[in-house]
């Protein structure tokens, strides 16, 4: 309803995304949200009853940063995740929710917004819904408090947000003093923005599963897990089974490799498998199903032509020579002009002892035994 250092500070941040393009209006004249991926109401005043429509029936994606000037007791109405009505202000500080997993914030992040400047709160009996998701809490000093800074929520199809503070704009300059850049406050920014513009990923878990591996290749599996921000995750265990022709089960694990899973399943022999991946993140199970095929592979069949290059090469490098089909009257002429291609005759003399032979030996033995038999029987001497 009136400029702020607020507004500037979250424009600087959105023009500096190549994805996203922003107008800055006042609440009076907007004429639909429809056109619009995320609307941000900064200091809500409900005099404008499409801009109200819009928020009670959840078709446009809304932050709320509620701040002096807001009118808490209509945004209560609008049933935007809390109820009651402002009595004062209050200075609050950050202090981050680490059970919530959709926005992933770096460390640096963290600290920065852990020491930033206190927000401008509306202080009073507030009541906040069950069903938010606080990424953020109050913190009073050292005191955290049980309310939230920061938090989101879904109406119908379309999420919101609502910054129960005013004065981010200190958190960039803070972010500048103690750091010297700008980068941590737009990335925290950048965060919310993408989480409450983006559309609801229908699929959160996939799994990249080739439908046909050859057997001398290795079957690499990988995973993909994304939070609501559409963030990839892998803190949850991703279960893998795989089952051959056999019925043999086989349960490999997954290695996390960056924010993603993968899984080498080697070399494995040809066939059809079947096989189931699972995970569970924040009490819901995605499961994923599927076959893949090894195929045989005919090494003879790989490649049935002659690689004339590679041969040619063979003969030079052997002192031989290359001919085609077509030259074999030339290879017959080569072969006889070659003078180092002449007939060789070796003779060799070898001697061996009679004894070397048995049945030779004992045959003349044999012979030699019966003529001095004979000899004897007939008184030759």
Same mark, same amino acid.
């Given at each position: 309803?009136?400029?702020?250092? &607020?507004?500037?500070?979250?424009?600087?941040?959105?023009?500096?995304?190549?994805?996203?393009?922003?107008?800055?209006?006042?609440?009076?004249?907007?004429?639909?949200? #429809?056109p619009y991926d995320l609307a941000i109401i900064h200091?809500?005043?409900?005099?404008?009853?499409?801009?109200?429509?819009?928020?009670?029936?959840? !078709?446009?994606?809304? @932050?709320?940063?509620?701040?002096?000037?807001?009118?808490?007791?209509?945004?209560?109405?609008?049933?935007?995740?809390?109820?009651?009505?402002?009595?004062? @202000?209050?200075?609050?500080? *950050?202090?981050?929710?680490?059970?919530?997993?959709?926005?992933?914030? !770096?460390?640096?992040?963290?600290?920065?917004?852990?020491?930033?400047?206190?927000?401008? !709160?509306?202080?009073?009996?507030?009541?906040?819904?069950?069903?938010?998701?606080?990424?953020?809490?109050?913190?009073?000093?050292?005191?955290?408090? +049980?309310?939230?800074?920061?938090?989101?929520?879904?109406?119908?199809?379309?999420?919101?947000?609502?910054?129960?503070?005013?004065?981010?704009?200190?958190?960039?300059?803070? &972010?500048?003093?103690?750091?010297?850049?700008? +980068?941590?406050?737009?990335?925290?920014?950048?965060?919310?923005? $993408? *989480?409450?513009?983006? #559309?609801?990923?229908?699929?959160?878990?996939?799994?990249?599963?080739?439908?046909?591996?050859?057997?001398?290749?290795?079957?690499?599996?990988?995973?993909?897990?994304? /939070?609501?921000?559409?963030?990839?995750?892998?803190?949850?265990?991703?279960?893998?089974?795989? $089952?051959?022709?056999?019925?043999?089960?086989?349960?490999?694990?997954?290695?996390?490799?960056?924010?993603?899973?993968?899984?080498?399943?080697?070399?494995?022999?040809?066939?059809?498998?079947?096989?189931?991946?699972?995970?569970?993140f924040q009490d819901k199970t995605y499961k994923k199903?599927?076959?893949?095929?090894?195929?045989?592979?005919?090494?003879?069949?790989?490649?049935?032509?002659?690689?004339?290059?590679?041969?040619?090469?063979?003969?030079?490098?052997?002192?031989?020579?290359?001919?085609?089909?077509?030259?074999?009257?030339?290879?017959? /002429?080569?072969?006889?002009?070659? +003078?180092?291609?002449?007939?060789?005759?070796?003779?060799?003399?070898?001697?061996?002892?009679?004894? &070397?032979?048995?049945? @030779?030996?004992?045959?003349?033995?044999?012979? @030699?035994?019966?003529?001095?038999?004979?000899?004897?029987?007939?008184?030759?001497?």
């Open positions: 309803n009136g400029p702020h250092p &607020d507004i500037a500070a979250l424009r600087f941040v959105i023009e500096n995304n190549k994805n996203y393009e922003v107008e800055i209006k006042q609440i009076n004249e907007v004429s639909s949200l #429809k200091n809500y005043s409900s005099i404008n009853n499409t801009v109200n429509d819009a928020i009670a029936s959840g !078709s446009t994606p809304c @932050l709320f940063i509620v701040g002096n000037r807001s009118e808490v007791t209509a945004l209560s109405n609008a049933k935007v995740g809390f109820s009651g009505r402002k009595t004062d @202000l209050e200075e609050v500080g *950050f202090k981050h929710n680490s059970a919530f997993k959709e926005i992933l914030l !770096s460390p640096k992040v963290i600290d920065m917004l852990s020491s930033a400047p206190p927000l401008q !709160s509306p202080f009073g009996d507030f009541k906040f819904s069950s069903a938010n998701e606080v990424l953020a809490y109050q913190k009073v000093g050292n005191i955290t408090l +049980d309310k939230p800074l920061i938090y989101f929520n879904k109406k119908n199809n379309a999420r919101f947000g609502v910054i129960m503070g005013e004065g981010i704009w200190r958190w960039r300059l803070h &972010d500048q003093m103690k750091n010297s850049t700008t +980068d941590n406050y737009q990335e925290f920014i950048g965060k919310i923005i $993408t *989480f409450l513009a983006v #559309k609801d990923n229908k699929d959160p878990f996939k799994v990249h599963v080739a439908k046909t591996y050859n057997e001398n290749e290795k079957v690499v599996i990988k995973a993909e897990l994304y /939070n609501k921000s559409y963030e990839l995750i892998n803190e949850p265990e991703v279960i893998f089974e795989y $089952t051959n022709e056999n019925e043999k089960t086989f349960a490999p694990h997954f290695v996390r490799l960056g924010n993603a899973y993968q899984l080498d399943l080697g070399r494995l022999e040809a066939g059809v498998f079947s096989w189931e991946a699972n995970t569970t199903t599927g076959t893949f095929l090894v195929k045989q592979i005919n090494v003879e069949q790989l490649n049935i032509e002659a690689n004339h290059r590679l041969l040619r090469n063979m003969s030079q490098n052997s002192g031989g020579e290359f001919y085609f089909p077509t030259e074999l009257e030339k290879l017959k /002429n080569d072969i006889q002009n070659r +003078d180092d291609l002449v007939t060789v005759v070796y003779q060799e003399k070898t001697f061996d002892d009679l004894i &070397d032979y048995k049945f @030779l030996f004992f045959l003349i033995i044999l012979v @030699l035994t019966v003529e001095w038999f004979f000899r004897k029987f007939n008184g030759a001497y």
